[in-house]
């Protein structure tokens, strides 16, 4: 009986690791990775950007990307190794596209493409991504990482969002003037009248 119960034990106690490991819903796995895809994928263009780029609010803001991002995929990581779950090690064909196409880019154009699509729109993305985690993740650490990670997606977007209203505006000194919904940046409409409707 004495041998009855450690086997016992020893099996509860594997069959508990295991099933904890295993027990984490295929919805937080998919969150786990797709955080650490949205991670990898800012700090690959942002270094293409750090390569690329002759402005000086770019190359700042994508520094920032590849710092912030870095340590948001350490803590992506940390997360999956204690739930057992395995991460990607390279960009996915989405990620890898944007990637090549930004590649092929210089100039100006990079930094609007770069901004509007690594910046603007990427985290237009992990904010929808980490709310979503923030709202149905089953697993507390799950959504305790989306809960940390808000602040400084959040962050990105709204600086992402005015350095590109600034590059759209055609002026890289302009100070979140607002000129994202204008249509000709500092170039008048036809005989100078408003667009009423």
């Known amino acids: 009986m004495n041998n009855f119960m450690r086997v016992a034990v020893l099996s509860a106690l594997l069959g508990a690791g295991s099933a904890w490991a295993e027990g984490l819903a295929k919805s937080d796995q ?7 895809m949205a991670n990898m994928a800012e700090i690959e263009t942002a270094k293409l950007a750090l390569q690329k780029t002759q402005s000086d609010r770019v190359k700042s803001f994508a520094q920032q990307m590849v710092d912030d991002h870095t340590k948001g995929l350490e803590e992506v990581r940390k997360v999956a190794a204690a739930r ?4 990607p090690n390279e960009l996915d064909a989405k990620h890898k596209a944007m990637a090549a196409k930004l590649e092929k880019l210089s100039g100006d154009k990079f930094d609007r493409s770069y901004m509007e ?6 985290h ?5 991504l980490v709310s979503k985690a923030e709202a ?14 808000q602040p400084t ?12 209203a600034a590059i759209k505006g055609g002026s890289s ?25």
């Open 30 to 36: 998919k969150m786990l990775t797709d955080l650490a």
């Open 84 to 87: 057992s779950v395995t991460l």
């Open 117 to 122: 699509q690594a910046g603007v729109q990427a």
């Open 124 to 128: 237009k993305e992990a904010h929808q």
């Open 136 to 149: 149905t993740a089953q697993d507390s650490e799950v959504k305790s990482l989306a809960t940390r990670l």
């Open 153 to 164: 997606i959040h962050q990105h977007l709204n600086n992402a969002e005015q350095l590109n």
């Open 173 to 197: 000194m302009v100070g979140g003037s607002g000129t994202e919904g204008s249509s000709g940046g500092n170039k008048p409409d036809r005989d100078g009248k408003p667009d009423r409707r």
